[in-house]
């Protein structure tokens, strides 16, 4: 790896994601789906214990059993490759048993959930990032855990491997793809050595507010004309998804 160039093209690729939900029919070719597995598993993880499995869906009844789970979002059905990103403590717990060790009580703790769910996550990261330089569009799938016990059942998931969320990828619709969305300003969210009080950031909060409704304003036509602090308090308002707590436990993650 140089330690001196720039590569800007990186930068300005990272600069301009957007979700994509509307995709062409066309497939990723197998040699883009080995870059992007190699680009994946190039992340960093905890201990290089890559606590994480994916799951590569391209069977169509599959796909689209897993739209369903996932609340109807088409996208998942339309896209060429669905990728499901799990938390996965079996593989550690299996090589354990295998040398007689009992792993039960690391593995049951908070710490470890964590473990897994962050490599998960970076792994995922990775994978967005590989596939937008390859010219294809990717949109998350929290929806997945709607419907974590189905998700996981249809993917033959074992104990203490659980879907964090999912991930849709192909070549976007050039005639949908959406404007990059604003984010909040730098300075309602990155900080100079410790943290800002809220009083401090809110004049930049509401700056953003104003942005974003023009945003929507605009995405809409006219239908939806939202703050983000409306949209935000809107959706996280009401719990959501508590069934996880249980699924969770079941599934060899009680966090202790
Ligand atoms: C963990 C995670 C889960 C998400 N789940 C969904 C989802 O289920 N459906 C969807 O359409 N978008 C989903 N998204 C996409 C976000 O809505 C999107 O990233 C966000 O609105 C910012 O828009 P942008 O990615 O176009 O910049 C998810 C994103 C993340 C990071």
Redo the contacts with the bound molecule.
């Keep these: 790896m140089s330690n001196k160039k720039k590569n800007l093209d990186i930068i300005k690729h990272l600069q301009d ?3 994509i ?1 509307q995709f062409t029919n066309e497939k990723i070719p197998k040699e883009d789906i080995e870059q992007i597995i190699l680009s994946a598993q190039a992340a960093p993880s905890s201990s290089h214990g890559q606590a994480y499995s994916v799951i590569c869906v391209t069977e169509e009844e599959k796909k689209s059993k897993l739209a369903e789970y ?1 609340g109807g ?1 088409q ?1 998942v059905e339309n896209c060429s490759h669905f990728f499901v990103f799990c938390a996965d403590l079996h593989r550690l717990e299996k090589i354990a048993r295998r040398s007689n060790i009992n792993m039960k009580e690391p593995l049951d703790s908070t710490e470890m959930f964590l473990i897994a769910t962050v490599d998960a996550t970076i792994v995922a990261q990775n994978t967005a990032v590989a596939a937008e330089a390859l010219g294809l569009g990717i ?5 997945l855990r709607n419907n974590p016990d189905k998700v996981s059942d249809l993917l033959k998931l074992p104990y203490r491997c659980y879907p964090v ?1 999912g991930m849709c990828i192909g070549y976007p619709d050039s005639k949908n793809i ?1 404007e ?2 604003p984010r909040l300003p730098h300075k309602a969210v990155f900080y100079k050595n410790e943290y800002l009080n809220f009083e401090k950031t809110l004049t930049y909060i509401e700056e953003y507010d104003e942005i974003m409704k023009t945003y929507y304003e605009k995405r809409t036509n006219g239908k939806r004309s939202d703050t983000w602090s409306e949209t935000m308090i809107d959706k996280r308002k009401i719990p959501r998804r508590l069934h996880l707590k249980s699924f969770l436990k079941d599934r060899g993650f009680p966090l202790i």
């Design positions: 994601h957007r979700s939900r996932a979002q996208q949109v998350y799938i929290g929806g969320f959406p990059k969305k």
